[in-house]
């Protein structure tokens, strides 16, 4: 089993609709990444959370630490939000290893 | 506003062939990483250096070595190319260690070993 499950793996949604992207891992953790890769390949850093919620836009990540869970929602999604999101981890106690999903892929359509 | 430059984008080697990708930032960041993307696997870390004149070993280093040539370079050697080595490297780096800040990304290196 992954140590990061990301869901769901696929997600189409018509342009407005609200978006959630959930992330689940089995470790303890000191922080969670949430990243977004897109099309083209490009990879850019969204938040890193450790507690709470966090809030760029019309992005909102919220992490529950005693679940061990995180969600990265979409407001008002955009055909130009299409893209793959990544959760990433770091287990506590690690020494510079950040586990990574594999992915959830987003297509908004207009 | 460059951020973080690959060199190459694409590369297609033969098996046994060497090469190096090279990494540079301009942010002026302290440690810089080295990953690998594959199709079902998610990004993987190879190595990555906490500061000037370290370097570690991440998730995945066999067949690979890295030099921090300084500051501002971090440079990722394949000494004899493996059709397992296909796959696509990303380069990042980060003001704090410990992927404790946001990691900023280049732009892939897309490497095909035949």
């Known amino acids: 089993k992954n140590e990061v499950e990301q869901s769901p793996q696929n997600l189409t949604a018509q342009e407005g609709e609200f978006i959630t992207i959930n992330c689940s891992y089995s470790?303890?953790?000191?922080?969670l990444h949430w990243l977004q890769q897109h099309p083209g390949g490009g990879i850019v850093s969204l938040f890193m959370l450790s507690s709470g919620k966090k809030k760029h836009g019309r992005l909102i990540a919220t992490i529950n630490i005693q679940e061990k869970h995180s969600s990265l929602h979409i407001t008002a999604s955009h055909p130009r939000d299409s893209a793959v999101y990544i959760c990433a981890v770091i287990p506590r106690g690690s020494n510079y290893k950040l586990t990574f999903g594999k992915g959830t892929l987003l297509t908004v359509n207009p | 506003n460059a951020g973080v430059t690959q060199t190459p984008k694409f590369q297609v080697l033969k098996t046994g062939q060497s090469m190096t990708l090279q990494c540079a930032q301009d942010m002026n960041h302290n440690s810089m990483y080295w990953y690998r993307q594959d199709p079902g696997m998610g990004l993987r870390l190879i190595y990555y250096?906490?500061?000037?004149?370290?370097?570690d070993k991440g998730e995945v280093p066999n067949g690979y070595n890295v030099s921090r040539l300084n500051k501002r370079e971090f440079s990722l050697r394949l000494e004899s190319a493996a059709p397992s080595q296909t796959s696509v490297y990303f380069c990042?780096?980060?003001?704090?260690?410990?992927?404790?800040?946001?990691?900023?990304f280049g732009d892939g290196t897309r490497l095909s070993i035949l």
């Open positions: 990042a780096s980060s003001e704090e260690g410990n992927f404790r800040g946001p990691q900023h």
């Open positions: 250096s906490a500061s000037e004149g370290t370097t």
């Open positions: 470790v303890g953790i000191s922080a």
